[in-house]
C-alpha cells in the first residue's frame, strides 16, 4: 500500500507542466488546479471574512481571475503565492465594499491610537468617558482629518496601513498580501503611522506630545 501511494504521488503533474496544459486550453487541467488549491484559499478566505457563504463567493471569484489572466502568469513566484493574493484581494474588497454600507468610519480607538502613534506616544492620552456635543464634534473631526491625512499617503503606504489597522492582517499576512518582506512592511507602518501623526498635529486636531521625539528615533 505505502508504495502504491508513493507512486501515486510521483505520477502527479507539477503546479509548472500543469498550468502550461491549462494555458493550451486544457481545461481539465484548470480543474487540476482549483482542486488542488481549492481548500488553502477556502481557507484563507474564511479567515478574512469570517463568513462561509462569502469565502465561498471569494474563492470562485479568485479563480475566475486566474482563469482570465494565467496567459499572463510567467511562474516567477509560485502558483499558490499569486492565488493567495488574488484570494486576499478578493476579500479586501468585499470587506471593504460590506463597511462602505454598515460602518464607513474607523473604529474611534484605532484612530486615536494612529494619531498618537500607537503605545509609543502617550497610551492613555485621551479620556474614554468624555462625552457630549463638544467632544462628538472633535471626535468628527478628527476622523475628517484622519481620512485626509490617510489618503495623502504614498499608494504603497497607505495600503499597507488600511491592511493592518483596517483589515487586522499580522505583519506576516501583510507581507504575503503584498509580496514585500516583513521588515517593508513594519518600516512602511512605522513611516505612514508617523506622517497621519504629523498631518494631525498640524491640522490642530491632535496636541504634539513631549514623548514624540524620542519615540521617533526607537
Known amino acids: 500500500m505505502g508504495a ?27 480543474r487540476v488546479l482549483v482542486e488542488r488549491y481549492q481548500g488553502r484559499a477556502y481557507g484563507l478566505a474564511l479567515r ?36 493567495y493574493r488574488l484570494v486576499m484581494n478578493v476579500c479586501l474588497d468585499m470587506k471593504r465594499r460590506d463597511r462602505s ?21 502617550a497610551p492613555g492620552g485621551g479620556d474614554p468617558d468624555r462625552d457630549g456635543p463638544a467632544a462628538a464634534l472633535e471626535r468628527a473631526q478628527l476622523r475628517e482629518a484622519m481620512g485626509r491625512a490617510i489618503q495623502a499617503l504614498p499608494d504603497s503606504a497607505r495600503r499597507t496601513l ?40 498640524e491640522a490642530g486636531v491632535v496636541d504634539a506630545t513631549p514623548g514624540g521625539d524620542a519615540a521617533e528615533g526607537a
Open 162 to 201: 488600511e491592511l493592518r489597522e483596517i483589515d487586522g492582517l499580522s505583519y506576516a499576512e501583510i507581507a504575503k498580501a503584498l509580496g514585500v518582506p516583513k521588515g517593508t512592511v513594519m518600516s512602511r507602518l512605522f513611516h505612514a503611522r508617523r506622517r497621519v501623526q504629523a498631518a494631525l498635529i
Open 48 to 83: 478574512v471574512l469570517r463568513n462561509e457563504e462569502q469565502a465561498r463567493d471569494a474563492v470562485q471569484d479568485a479563480f475566475l481571475k486566474v482563469y482570465g489572466s494565467l496567459g499572463r502568469f510567467e511562474g516567477r513566484s509560485g502558483f499558490y503565492t499569486w492565488l
Open 101 to 121: 454600507g454598515r460602518q464607513v468610519e474607523w473604529e474611534e480607538e484605532r484612530a486615536v491610537e494612529i494619531a498618537q502613534g500607537a503605545e509609543a506616544l
Open 4 to 30: 502504491e501511494v508513493r507512486s501515486t504521488a510521483a505520477s502527479a503533474p507539477s503546479d509548472a507542466d500543469v498550468i502550461e496544459r491549462a494555458k493550451r486550453g486544457d481545461h481539465e487541467a484548470f
